[in-house]
Nanobody, 125 residues
Framework: QVRLVESGGGSVQAGGSLRLSCEVE????????MAWFRQAPGKEREGVAR????????AYADSVVGRFIVSQDRGEGTMILRMTNLKPEDTAIYYC??????????????????WGQGTQVTVSL
């Protein structure tokens, strides 16, 4: 059974950087799309970045363009999110998600059946 495990969250000051990892246990090539979502207190879960496992096509939320980069290790399936120039509004729990089908744009949470447990990112002034 495929399982997603996030790591790398933490607390940083504004302008700092963090690197999140999503390890895919029992990775198989049925996964065609992987994404990072985040959810801040009192807000809906929103897509941050998405990558297709086949051609590594990517998509980003407007709020993170130029600051976040998503990548994936082709062999093991591990997905990485490099976050730079972090802002307080980036504070949230970040979740890794995976789907067998390619999704339009970032996709919606409902389009991703597989989820990790989440990792907290806190950015202070």
């Amino acid at each position: 059974q495929v399982r997603l495990v996030e790591s790398g969250g933490g607390s940083v000051q504004a302008g700092g950087s963090l690197r999140l990892s999503c390890e895919v246990e029992n990775y198989n090539y049925d996964i065609n799309a992987m994404a990072w979502f985040r959810q801040a207190p009192g807000k809906e879960r929103e897509g941050v970045a998405r990558i297709f496992t086949g051609d590594h096509d990517t998509a980003y939320a407007d709020s993170v363009v130029g600051r976040f980069i998503v990548s994936q290790d082709r062999g093991e399936g591990t997905m990485i999110l490099r976050m730079t120039n972090l802002k307080p509004e980036d504070t949230a729990i970040y979740y890794c998600a995976a789907a067998r089908r390619r999704v339009p744009g970032l996709g919606t949470p409902a389009q991703y059946p597989l989820w990790g447990q989440g990792t907290q990112v806190t950015v202070s002034l």
